[in-house]
């Protein structure tokens, strides 16, 4: 979806009147902190003491909040609430964001408000506390709200049937009615998103997660199984013959896939480096592809609209957010992609060529080959070996600088948190430059809260504490070189130098692009003796992230050369070259080295650069010749 586009359909959007039925309910988030708590004296039990509490929209409420942050031009809702201060609540809230309440039935008996409470302890939630579950919905309250909707459908664009609460429905023939005022409608937008009867209702673009889609054909599956991607278009397309109207499958990380009367759209999901929350991520795609479809996006750009707005939701942490236009649109401009989650994390199913051990991840007619004019290598782990251990010198400084002051008295809980927390970073970020992922720790600083915020440091300060400690170690490796102790041979990937020296007699110009300082970087090649053959130039982080990243080389070397993407490779061996790469359409080559012995597989390296977007994967460059055969073979 171009930028264009994006901005015509939240236009659109904002002339759109919307109905949404529902099992409206609130989410409430206690802070819990027993310092304070005391022993009751009538009891003698523990208090639970809650340091602050908070209220949001959930279920078809969060529906509705994510409805009013696009701004359309009118949202109704039409469900049950109880007469009860969360009821009040709300209400109250429904009515802040301009949505009309008057199709909710405030019921006097048998039912309160669905409320789900979250007692967040140290950071973690704890077991649930919800309110309503025995509701008991009568027969006049169905009936009240059946004729409200019923009324209010003319004069709509789309509506949204959201059940999500287990029994909420409790009269059977209430479904067969809806089923009724949708059949009378047929030229009206119906969108369901139903967890417990899905396949109650009849006429409608249904949306559901991969997990429901399995077991409305008949398969029953734990959380803990894992769906390949052809086994979910089956269970989609099954569903879309069965019911002749567009199938929309959640897949959480791995995105969303539909099947509608143009076949099957896949969009893949979204990589963050930041801790994610994903409740309410559904609520969110479920307003997201209403609005899209209303407004006249087709059912692929309807489910990249929505990948987008739930991509916002999950980065925000303990709390049912929303997705407004503008942080949309922000998202959209610069997506990172999760690609092929199913090659990447099982490795028998690497497609290798010929007898080589050069992976293929996709096909190689669906790679535009024999062009190559330009190639942006990554360093350090790509070619050099010379910082071999960073991370080993990266995590200790991480997990110090969150724990402060309780780095010696943190449980083994807070501490292999902690530890985890930041390998997941690293593995994610690696690439991008140092001072980025330093600000990265100083989000995770303030995201554990362990140190005061006048002693938290900023992104320079804690890359000096890291760079200290590597480049004492990188000196003295060089020093080795040096005094001929050890070879180039020694810190050098195999194969990279002949592999360089290659593409440099077939004409190809040479870019080192590094997330490393750029002194540092021009140092170290020239101490391995290949800085010469970078004839298109060496870069590096000079400490402004606006003036300098591996997007803006990737992207001058394609504006400044007038190139077509697939005249340029780009080689390396973290996700974020790779990514880059892929946006700017050329081919993205994985080196997925073991840095310790400097050849051969490094496996956890390889599901990363295939996540990342690689075309192919090599463990190093020791069978460059067919890689070279490859690369300037056409078609």
């Known amino acids: 979806m171009t930028r264009e586009n994006m901005r015509t359909l939240l236009e659109k959007i904002q002339n759109l009147k919307i109905a949404v039925y529902g099992d409206f309910c609130l989410d409430a988030y206690w802070m819990m902190d027993p310092r304070k708590s005391e022993i009751s004296v009538e009891t003698g039990l523990q208090a639970q003491a809650v340091a602050k509490q908070s209220y949001s929209l959930g279920g078809a409420s969060n529906v509705v909040a994510n409805l009013a942050a696009l701004n359309p031009l009118e949202i109704r809702i039409f469900g049950a609430v109880g007469n009860d201060i969360f009821g009040r609540e709300m209400v109250d809230q429904l009515q802040k964001i301009k949505v009309d309440t008057r199709g909710l039935v405030a019921q006097e008996n048998d039912f309160s408000t669905y409320v789900f409470c979250k007692r967040i302890f140290e950071g973690e939630e704890q077991p649930r506390d919800d309110f309503g579950i025995y509701n008991i919905r009568s027969l006049e309250t169905d009936d009240q709200i059946l004729d409200n909707l019923k009324r209010a459908i003319p004069e709509v664009d789309v509506v949204i049937l959201n059940q999500q609460v287990p029994g909420s429905i409790t009269n059977p023939g209430f479904i067969e009615s809806l089923n009724e005022i949708i059949a009378a409608h047929p030229d009206k937008l119906f969108l369901l998103d139903s967890r417990h009867v899905p396949d109650k209702f009849r006429n409608v673009i249904l949306k559901t997660n991969e997990r429901e889609a399995a077991r409305l054909n008949g398969v029953d599956v734990l959380l803990t199984d894992v769906l390949s991607l052809p086994d ?14 567009p ?11 539909a099947v509608d009367q143009d076949g099957l759209h896949e969009i893949p999901g979204l990589q963050f480096l930041k801790k994610l929350d994903t409740v309410g991520a559904g609520d969110t795609a ?19 609209f929505a990948n987008f707005a739930a991509g916002v939701t999950v980065q925000k942490l303990f709390q049912t957010g929303t997705a407004n236009a503008s942080e949309i649109q922000k998202i959209a401009e610069d997506p990172d992609y999760i690609y092929q989650p199913e090659l990447a994390l099982d490795i028998r199913q690497a497609t290798c060529f010929a007898d080589s051990e050069i992976e293929l991840c996709y096909p190689l007619d669906a790679i535009e080959r024999g062009k190559v004019k330009h190639a942006v290598f990554d360093h350090d782990g790509t070619i050099s070996a010379l910082r071999e251990g960073w991370e080993k010198v990266m995590e200790p400084v991480m997990i110090r600088a969150i724990l402060g002051d309780h780095y010696e008295t943190a449980d083994e809980t807070l501490y292999h948190k902690v530890v985890n927390r930041v390998k997941d970073f690293i593995d994610k970020s690696t690439g991008i430059q140092t001072v980025v992922q330093m600000q990265g720790l100083v989000e995770m600083v303030k995201e554990f809260g362990l140190v005061p915020p006048e002693q938290v440091l900023d992104n320079f300060g804690y890359k000096k504490i890291y760079n200290d400690g590597l480049m004492a170690m990188v000196s003295r490796r060089i020093k080795k070189l040096e005094r001929g102790e050890l070879e180039v041979s020694d810190y050098a990937v195999k194969g990279a130098i002949v592999f360089l020296q290659a593409l440099r007699d077939r004409g190809v110009t040479l870019y080192l692009a590094s997330g490393t300082d750029r002194e540092d970087v021009e140092n170290e090649a020239r101490a391995m003796g290949y800085a010469d053959l970078f004839n298109g130039g060496i870069y590096g982080a000079i400490g402004d992230i606006k003036k300098y990243s591996k997007k803006i080389v990737l992207n001058n070397i394609i504006n400044e050369n007038s190139l077509h993407g697939s005249e340029l490779i780009t080689l390396g061996d973290g996700p974020v070259e790779l990514r880059e790469c892929r946006k700017v359409g050329g081919i993205a080559i994985g080196i997925a080295s073991d840095e310790i012995r400097r050849h051969g597989l490094n496996p956890e390296k390889r599901t990363r650069l295939i996540k990342a977007g690689a075309h192919i994967v090599v463990p190093d460059f020791s069978q460059y010749d067919t890689l070279l055969e490859i690369i300037f073979s056409g078609r």
């Open 232 to 245: 979910v278009v089956g269970f989609a397309q099954n569903l879309y013959k069965k019911n002749n109207k």
């Open 247 to 257: 199938v929309i499958v959640s897949r959480g990380d791995r995105g969303m896939i």
């Open 286 to 304: 479920m307003s997201a592809l209403a609005c899209a479809l209303a407004a006249g996006a087709t059912t692929a750009e309807a489910i990249q």
